[in-house]
């Protein structure tokens, strides 16, 4: 999947800042940034256009479960698995409505990866009760999310100031930034590479065409997979069945408007190729019922085991940051059990703070590391900055009165 191409990475962002360096009359230091900057977003970010936080999931997730279907159903039945569990285990009480939801899915989580239900592990998304919350997590989330005309000020400001030469990486499952760089009519793209050729051992790399490359760690909730279906096509030609199986997104006269995730020529085996957006998610979410799962990620500890589809997302990201010209990490705590993050976010960080710090790049220096977060005291601050605790302090900046038209001058201050 991309081979050589992806890890000459490195080596053309090398070349493009040497290319781009020599054009004295379009980069400078009182000139337009050229970009070429990583901006790590968590939820904290979509909050002020209205996304709810996890805590505020749970119990919408529940009502809606119960609305439709009672409280006779395997949902319910995975809840009371699920408090007999922590109080035989742990010798915790719980109720249905105290439960954390990233710890109830940890626990769904496992029992689908190994398999523990035998036969009644329905698909590659989950169990029964994983399906129930990820398609209500879907609509609840797209429910709240504002138009591309209606968003906060602050989101479209952020869209404008972005460089087509940035890269942001989003843990949320939202269309925020999507809907606020279509509003300004700023190109991106949902994938790290295009190519313009498919090799044995390495893939050439499409750089004809300049735009923000937005990563969804994650997955996002306008995303559908289509193996499943791909898999009752192939169960049909075995059995001599004409004609295609029911399916509400790939078998249903393009009613919500599927497209390809990624464009141009691409490894057979990627699994990128699996992914579709839609386009027509008000008429997918308006759906009483969510009649399919969007390709998202467990909100839970254990969300790492189901990462495959998204692993091209992840690739060489332990040796960026340095030769780029800026970090910002916006709205992300850093939870505790997100080890992997924190691992990623450390290389990230320590090699854009340990590298070519002194010296102009573009004849632009890099910036302070820019971490935006909204803490209300002095504790939850300084909380926040063991979290950080590999960041060098000297070499970065923090704001702590959350995301704002204010906290988008800030990330794009020049500190140096």
């Not at 909050?47 to 999931?57: F, I, K, M, N, R």
């Not at 010209?325 to 505790?336: D, E, T």
């Not at 939850?380 to 605790?389: I, N, P």
Request: glycine letters at 8%; aromatic letters at 12%; proline letters at 5%.
């Amino acid at each position: 999947m991309g081979g050589v191409g992806k890890k000459l990475k490195g080596k053309r962002l090398k070349q493009a800042l040497m290319d781009l360096s020599k054009n004295k009359e379009v980069v400078g230091m009182n000139k337009e940034h050229p970009g070429f900057r990583i901006f790590v977003l968590g939820a904290g970010f979509s909050v002020p256009a209205g996304l709810p936080t996890a805590a505020e999931l749970y119990p919408e997730v529940v009502r809606r479960v119960e609305r439709l279907h009672g409280k006779d159903n395997r949902f319910h039945w995975a809840l009371q698995d699920y408090i007999n569990y922590r109080k035989r285990s742990d010798g915790v009480e719980l109720s249905v409505e105290n439960i954390d939801l990233e710890e109830f899915m940890s626990y769904l989580d496992i029992e689908h990866f190994l398999g523990l239900e035998g036969g009644d592990t329905l698909s590659e998304h989950g169990n029964a009760a994983q399906l129930f919350v990820k398609r209500f997590i879907g609509q609840i989330i797209h429910e709240r999310t504002p138009s591309k005309d209606s968003l906060p000020q602050e989101y479209y400001e952020f869209a404008e100031r972005l460089s087509l030469n940035d890269i942001v990486i989003t843990l949320n499952y939202d269309v925020v930034l999507e809907r606020a760089l279509d509003h300004v009519g700023k190109p991106y793209r949902l994938f790290p590479h295009r190519y313009s050729k498919i090799g044995d051992g390495f893939n050439t790399v499409d750089d004809s065409r300049d735009e923000v490359t937005i990563l969804k760690l994650h997955g996002s909730l306008d995303w559908f997979s289509n193996k499943s279906y791909l898999h009752g096509l192939d169960a049909f030609k075995k059995q001599g069945v004409d004609g295609a199986p029911n399916d509400p997104i790939f078998n249903n006269n393009d009613k919500y408007g599927h497209c390809p995730l990624v464009d141009g020529p691409r490894n057979e085996d990627d699994p990128l190729l699996n992914i579709y957006r839609l386009k027509n998610i008000d008429r997918f979410y308006g759906n009483y019922d969510p009649p399919a799962v969007p390709m998202i990620l467990s909100p839970s500890h254990m969300k790492i085991v189901y990462a495959n589809p998204f692993l091209d997302f992840w690739w060489g990201w332990g040796r960026a940051g340095g030769m780029n010209l800026g970090v910002s990490i916006i709205g992300f705590s850093l939870p505790l059990h997100d080890d992997y993050l924190r691992i990623c976010l450390y290389r990230m960080v320590s090699n854009f703070q340990g590298v070519y710090w002194d010296q102009p790049l573009l004849d632009w220096y890099k910036n302070h590391v820019k971490l935006v977060d909204y803490r209300t005291d002095e504790k939850s601050k300084d909380e926040l900055l063991e979290r950080y605790r590999f960041i060098d302090y000297e070499k970065a900046d923090v704001y702590t009165d959350g995301f704002s038209k204010d906290a988008v001058d800030f990330i794009f201050s020049q500190s140096r």
